[in-house]
Every structure is written in C-alpha cells, then in structure tokens.
C-alpha cells in the first residue's frame, strides 16, 4: 500500500484545457458509461488521464469535491492514484495518473498483442485485480462497491502491473449509497444477475464481476461476444460445462497451452466459477478468492452452475427476457474495446 505522498489538488479549467488541447479527437483515450477520458500533459511534462464525468445528480461543487477527495484517500497498489479534480458549470472533471499500457482489454481480447501476455503475467494480474478489490471491499476507509468491474476498466503500468479504474465513481453517480439503486452503472456481460435485474448491489455483485474478468483473462475471450461457445449465448455456461466435463482445458486460450501451469489455471477456473454462481450467498467474499489463490493447497468447493446458465443459442425467448430485464436510468457502458 503506498503512502500519501502527493496533495490532493483543485485544478482551474483552463489548466485542464491547455493540457489536453482543448479535449482534442487525438488526445481522446476512451469513453465508458461515466463519460470520455483524455490523456494531457501538464507544462513541466506531468503525464495526466482526465475523465470529463457525464451530467449526473447535478450535485454542487463542495459536495462534489469532498465526495472525490474521500475517494482520493484510497491508496493502493492497484487502483489508479486520483490526483485531484475540476469544476466549471455543468463540467465536472477528474484528473487521474496517466497509465501507458492501456487496459487489459487492449491485450487479452487482441491476436496479436494476447501473446504479449503469457500465463505468469495472467496470474499476476489476476492477483492484483483480486487485492484491489479486496482493499476496497475490507480495508479500506470508505467501502466501495465498484459495480463496472470489465477489462477496459482495468489499466496496465509500465511494469503491466493491474490498477482498477473508475473505483468510486459510481458512489459519486449515486444520491445515495444503499443497498438497492434505481440508477444501475455497468455493462451488460459483467453484472450480476440481482444487480441487472432488481438494483441489487453488494460486494457479491463485484465478486461476480470478477469471476468474469477471470475467465476472460484464462479464454482471451469476452463473454458476450460473436465468438462461439458450444451450446451457450455466453461464456459462463460455456466454461461450467466444459469444467464439469473435466475438458476445462479447453477454456484456455490456445496461447497459453500446453504448459506446465496447468495446475495453477484449473484452480483459476474453479475460482472463477464459485464467482460467477447465479446465487449471491454462494459466492466466495474478495478475501476468500485471494486466500485460494495465495495457497495452491487449499481445498477448493465444487462450483454451482452459473448465471445465466440456462442462455442457450436459439432460445431466443429466454435471452431476449433477461436483456430486458432492467430498471429505469440504467446506464450500460459500450464494450467496445478502447
């Protein structure tokens, strides 16, 4: 966990104008649900990420700013340092540390650049996700829920080492910080099904999130996608059957095999399915999933079937139900990758 070493800082306007040109075309990193990122340069060569947050409660400045500011105090070593934040009018403007390997979906869902990533690195990164979702679920001061688990919100230092993103950002979103919202932020492929379709929102829901993210990261493949998974719409009942087939290996993606780990990623998959199990109360917590991944010998539970379990190609009936099944003001970031 790294110490407060920096101020947190209110920047002027024209500051973040002049460092990204204006929120220039070519300066634009990305766009998700909460709004586009922009990559900047201070003038003495500080390399920044601006997030231009979209309208939201309309909450006023000091409101706004004591919300970030509490936000800004959660330090580790993978979540993305907030540096400070911007308001003028309706602009309400986040100032992150620049990160220069882009996210996680830049590499693992690429053909080219998956290979760049080999099993050790996976593992890694695996871990790193887990630790900072459980610092933020458990010990840190403001608990938080982060509710758009994906991989473009996961970036990547120059060492590929995994910080999240966007942590906190949906309490910021919210009026209020229950257990049930009627304004639901995420995308659809990576939200539990309680959450999706009733506002229900726990740690669970982002430990669901993560089981996806791991799989994802073992497949090279999104779970909603083009991309064929036998008989299942999604990548979930697709990786539950082969798993319970004992033809798991066939989840991996073909870069990573044959290799002498194959131990260590049918532990990764079982964990990845106790995850993603359609009920809430069947999940592991964050500090269960580091705990079997820190020690290779701990006995691991049979996995339930998963959400979604039952989404089969052609049964267009049961698919077109549960996409529809959401609430009012729902928020669904793009998946396209940044």
């Known amino acids: 966990m790294e110490a ?20 220039s075309e070519q300066n634009k990193l990305g766009e998700g649900g909460f709004g586009p990122v922009y990559k900047g ?49 309706e602009d309400k403007i986040l100032v992150y540390e620049y990160l220069p390997n ?18 050790n690195r996976r593992l890694v990164i695996i871990e790193g996700i887990a630790e900072g979702l459980l610092y933020l679920h458990k010990h840190s001061r403001l608990r938080v829920i982060h509710r758009d688990l994906k991989p473009s919100n996961i970036l990547l230092d120059s ?26 932020v995420g995308t659809y ?11 229900l929102f726990s740690i669970k829901s982002d430990v669901f999130s993560f089981g996806v993210l791991v799989l994802e990261i073992l497949s090279g493949k999104r779970n909603s996608g083009s991309h064929q998974c036998g008989d299942f719409i999604n990548l979930l009942g697709y990786a539950w059957q082969l798993h319970d087939e004992g ?8 870069s990573l095999l044959p290799k002498c780990n194959s131990i260590e990623m ?24 580091v705990a079997m991944l820190s020690n290779k010998t701990m006995p691991l539970a049979e996995p339930k079937h998963p959400a979604y379990f039952n989404l089969r190609v052609g049964n267009e009936e049961e698919s077109t139900g549960t996409q529809s099944c959401t609430i009012n003001d729902m928020i669904i970031s793009a998946t396209a990758a940044r």
């Open 189 to 199: 492929g990576y939200m539990a099904p309680e959450y999706s379709s009733e506002g």
């Open 102 to 119: 882009k996210s996680l979906d830049f590499f693992i869902f690429d053909e080219n650049r998956k290979s760049l990533i080999d099993w």
């Open 159 to 184: 060492k590929m080492n995994p910080k999240i993103s966007d942590f906190g950002l949906a309490k910021i979103f919210s009026s209020t910080e229950a257990d049930t919202t009627r304004r639901v």
């Open 266 to 289: 049918m532990r990764c998959i079982i964990i990845a399915l106790l995850c993603v199990q359609e009920n809430a109360v069947d999940r592991p917590t964050m500090l269960d999933v």
């Open 41 to 89: 340069k201070f003038p003495e060569g500080i390399e920044i990420a601006v997030k231009r947050l979209a309208s939201h409660s309309g909450q006023g400045f000091i409101e706004f700013k004591n919300e970030v500011q509490l936000i800004a105090k959660l330090q580790h070593t993978n979540l993305v340092r907030l540096l400070g934040c911007c308001s003028q009018g």
């Open 247 to 254: 033809r798991w290996d066939e989840v991996v993606d073909a």
């Open 4 to 23: 407060e070493l920096y101020e947190f800082s209110i920047f002027g306007f024209n500051q973040i104008l002049e460092a990204t040109s204006n929120f």
